[in-house]
């Protein structure tokens, strides 16, 4: 999802290498001759340029408990968010 200001930016808990990535979801954001492997994450993988950030976030409690909790990784360019990609939701 392209996006601008969310999720809040105090869902964002850890900060996280492309290395850090790769081994995390399976993708590589660094090395265009590696195929993307899974749907689900190409358009994000298609949106990482060299220098963004990626920050995993998270929903607070309450949300979790109201049925509307989210999780996710977003990419972080120039201290503004450009793209978000939920992995969890309930």
């Known amino acids: 999802m392209e996006t601008g200001e969310y999720p809040d930016k105090e869902w964002f808990y850890k900060e996280i290498s492309p290395v ?3 081994q995390k979801y399976g ?4 090395d265009a001759s590696k195929p993307v492997k899974n749907n ?3 358009e994000f993988v298609s949106f ?3 220098g963004d950030r990626i920050k ?3 929903s607070p409690i309450e949300d979790w408990d109201a049925l509307c909790g989210r999780e996710g ?3 972080i360019r ?3 968010t450009v793209y978000t990609l939920d ?4």
Request: net charge negative; charged share 30%.
């Open 20 to 22: 850090e990535f790769e």
């Open 27 to 30: 993708e590589s954001l660094t």
């Open 40 to 42: 689900f994450w190409a």
């Open 48 to 50: 990482y340029r060299a």
């Open 56 to 58: 995993l976030y998270d």
């Open 73 to 75: 990784v977003a990419l």
């Open 78 to 80: 120039d201290e503004r």
């Open 87 to 90: 992995t969890a939701m309930n």
